[in-house]
């Protein structure tokens, strides 16, 4: 079997476009890509309209089938081509864009489901959804990113238990840390005035990495702080009142954009809106290698999400393989992973929304609202858990490696990637056209 794959964002321009909308396809298709190598010949492209017909034509001349996995939203997938197409995405609100603007029929993703005939996504939610916007029949896939197996090697290495003295990381980009950083220039007072550029130049980064100490309890998250999904505000202020005079609770924020210099601006005036507290912030915006990723992970006792919904949430995911327990909300693409045995699940509520790339903002969807009180309760809880009970702490922790395995391990992820793709009618086809072409010659 050919496995042509696409996505907009690839290895060249991944630097630039670190937090743009879609960029997170690139690394799904990465994760990916071990597992569709075991099922076929993987060919990547760049321009779908012009190459994903040329090569399915010779592999039909060579009697092989073919198939074209676009990892973009439906409104950016390629429709009306020869070879079968089938986009994998992400979703995370109650329904599915079903109406047009500027005059792009593919803004109302159900024109694309009919045109293509199948859809994978990454959550028994989207795949429920999908289905309720077109038939209970549809052809639709709920198959996540396979990270499991990539950290295993991490898992060896790691103890259950958090990392008893800590450990510094090497950032070669920016650290501010809550405990050293002047926070008066975000006082509402000087909210008009000149902010201090914080952001270290790349150059300097590269050649002289901040070291930075990281100890304690962790709580640990990685987003785009551009993201209005990611809720950080909330995630933030739980952190301040419930350890507002716990000093070794740390919260690090590892924020993933190119340019982040507005968002840090953001993140500490609102900072500084709870002060005082003793309990420690850190901002890491920059290159982490692989070694000091895994002692990032290392140091983390909780892995943390406050969205207001995920389509898969890779970090989390992450995270969660390598062994470490979150506190996450049961809804959306997480309640495909997130239980009371590996996490301290935040309740929340459903409220209007609008789909994230519809630029008139029309409320069409819903989202989920994190309840502050069972957040603020989960801080503490959790933080308990970490210093007075480790027994449950390291059952915890193992739930969280056997489940993901059961979500996202290669095997299972390859299982159905074989399963649902059999299935489709298309390779139905194209396997009788191969035999007929094949007797024929």
């Not at 009306?80 to 109302?108: K, M, Y």
């Not at 950032?171 to 909210?191: E, F, H, K």
């Not at 590892?254 to 210099?261: A, E, F, G, S, W």
Request: charged share 25%; aromatic share 10%.
């Amino acid at each position: 079997m050919i496995i042509i794959i696409y996505s907009d964002t690839n290895a060249g321009s991944i630097v630039s476009n670190l937090g743009l909308p879609e960029y997170s396809y690139y690394f799904v298709l990465k994760e990916f890509r071990p597992v569709l190598e075991q099922l076929g010949i993987v060919v990547t492209v760049t321009d779908p309209a012009r190459e994903v017909d040329d090569i399915y034509r010779s592999a039909k001349a060579h009697g092989e089938s073919c198939i074209f996995l676009s990892f973009s939203p439906p409104h950016k997938t390629a429709v009306g081509l020869a070879c079968p197409t089938i986009p994998v995405f992400a979703w995370e609100f109650s329904t599915l864009p079903n109406e047009v603007w500027f005059g792009e029929p593919r803004h109302d993703w159900r024109y694309v489901f009919g045109h293509v005939g199948s859809a994978i996504t990454h959550s028994a939610f989207t795949a429920d959804s999908v289905r309720q916007a077109m038939t209970l029949v549809f052809p639709v896939a709920a198959i996540p990113a396979p990270v499991w197996d990539r950290f295993a090697a991490l898992r060896e290495k790691l103890s259950i238990a958090n990392h008893p003295r800590g450990v510094d990381l090497h950032v070669a980009g920016t650290v501010i840390d809550s405990r050293t950083v002047d926070l008066s220039p975000y006082s509402p007072p000087r909210r008009r005035d000149p902010k201090p550029d914080l952001l270290r130049p790349p150059a300097l980064a590269r050649r002289e990495p901040v070291k930075v100490h990281v100890d304690g309890v962790v709580y640990t998250s990685v987003f785009n702080p551009y993201d209005g999904r990611k809720n950080w505000y909330d995630m933030i202020s739980g952190f301040c009142w419930a350890f507002r005079d716990v000093a070794d609770a740390t919260l690090v924020l590892k924020l993933t954009h190119h340019d982040v210099r507005i968002g840090i601006d953001n993140l500490l005036e609102n900072v500084y809106k709870l002060t005082p507290f003793k309990c420690r912030i850190l901002l890491i915006h920059g290159y982490l290698s692989d070694a000091d990723y895994e002692n990032l992970v290392s140091a983390t006792t909780y892995v943390l999400n406050t969205s207001h919904g995920e389509g898969q949430c890779l970090p989390l995911m992450e995270f969660m393989s390598c062994g470490k327990p979150a506190i996450a909300p049961r809804n959306t693409a997480m309640a495909d992973y997130i239980d009371s045995d590996n996490a301290f699940v935040l309740d929340s509520n459903t409220e209007p929304s609008h789909w994230p790339h519809d630029p008139r903002q029309a409320y069409r969807t819903l989202r989920y609202r994190i309840d502050w009180a069972t957040l603020l309760k989960a801080y503490k809880d959790s933080y308990e858990v970490a210093k007075k009970e480790p027994e449950k702490y390291a059952r915890m922790a193992e739930h969280a490696v056997n489940s993901l395995q059961l979500h996202c391990s290669r095997a299972v992820v390859k299982q159905r990637l074989q399963d649902f793709i059999s299935a489709l009618p298309e390779m139905s086809r194209n396997k009788g056209d191969n035999v007929e072409e094949k007797a024929g010659a």
